[in-house]
């Protein structure tokens, strides 16, 4: 065989990948080492790191580490989760929402305060502003960037620069825990919004609940997350793509198997729809028809909840 043909996967990627000790991890494995670590932690309060048991305390510190790890390449990464869909999605999500107050409409125009959360990179951000400024004609409208991950938040800020919003009193970016969003005033956020973000989370429940707490009577929380595919033969193609081919690819293109590992067994043991519906019901929001739409067959949806006016 020709040498030409060979030089391509001679990249220190592929040699890393073919060096490499530790074996890979299939649905069947995963699960099975989940089960077995679950036996062995049985001191202290534990919580899931894709398929594995971990303590709580070490959690945040974990999923730090991959985002850090992936932070440069997070678009390539959600590429691959989605089949290259997610903008779609994104663009979906944001017109779904409809931010932003149109002094044309009659009404008495009133800029919206928008927190969204998990968005380091500020793809939903920047959407938000583009939707408020084109669609709705409203120039006042604030989106916060919040995000526990400094190295996102320096990538959303990079990426801002090649916004309209850079140096912009629109657009801030806030360093803090999803589930302590202590700087952020009771009854102040008119849409909070967290795409692909809510599953990484320690504690969701008390992320919702921090949600609550800080938007406005009649404010909305919307989020948009992997979730469970319908369909027996959709779902079984979405799962050989998801733990044997996504992993594979992120040590081929980024050098980081395991980053990508977690986040397809991240996926996995995340709530279904209902599941997910109802604990968000749990901390008081009302809930719009059924409660989520599913994208493309459920490899993705849209949740929403409305704060109820006092």
């Given at each position: ?38 036996t062995?932690?049985q ?13 709580e305390?070490a ?40 931010p ?32 408020t ?101 959709f ?76």
């Open positions: 065989m020709s040498t030409k043909l060979l030089k391509p996967l001679n990249t220190p990627h592929v040699r890393q990948f073919l060096r490499r000790d530790q074996p890979f991890r299939c649905l069947s494995c995963s699960i099975r080492l989940a089960n077995e670590q679950a062995q932690t001191d202290g309060r534990t919580t899931h790191f894709g398929f594995q048991q971990v303590p305390s959690k945040e510190s974990r999923v730090g580490a991959v985002f850090s790890s992936v932070a440069s390449s997070y678009d390539t990464m959600n590429d691959l989760m989605s089949l290259g869909i997610h903008r779609l999605w994104k663009d979906h999500f944001v017109r779904s929402l409809n932003g107050s149109n002094p044309t409409s009659g009404n008495t125009a009133r800029p919206w305060t928008i927190l969204d959360v998990a968005g380091g990179t500020g793809d939903i951000a920047f959407r938000m502003l583009d939707h400024s084109i669609v709705n004609n409203d120039h006042q409208s604030k989106v916060m960037v919040s995000d526990i991950n400094p190295e996102m938040l320096k990538e959303g800020k990079k990426r801002s620069l090649e916004t309209q919003y850079a140096g912009s009193e629109r657009l801030s970016f806030l360093e803090a825990n999803a589930e302590k969003l202590s700087l952020i005033d009771n009854d102040s956020i008119d849409l909070y919004t967290v795409a692909f973000g809510i599953r990484n989370f320690t504690n969701k429940q008390a992320a919702l609940n921090e949600a609550f707490r800080i938007l406005k009577p009649g404010g909305v929380f919307a989020c948009l997350e992997f979730s469970k595919v319908k369909g027996r033969i779902n079984s193609f979405y799962k050989r793509w998801s733990f044997g081919a996504i992993p594979l690819i992120g040590q081929l293109v980024a050098g980081d198997r395991d980053s990508y590992q977690y986040l397809v067994e991240s996926i996995e043991q995340f709530p279904n729809q209902s599941e997910f519906r109802d604990m968000i019901r749990h901390e008081g929001f009302m809930i719009p028809g059924n409660g989520w739409k599913d994208l493309t067959g459920g490899i993705a949806a849209i949740h929403k909840g409305v704060k109820p006016l006092k």
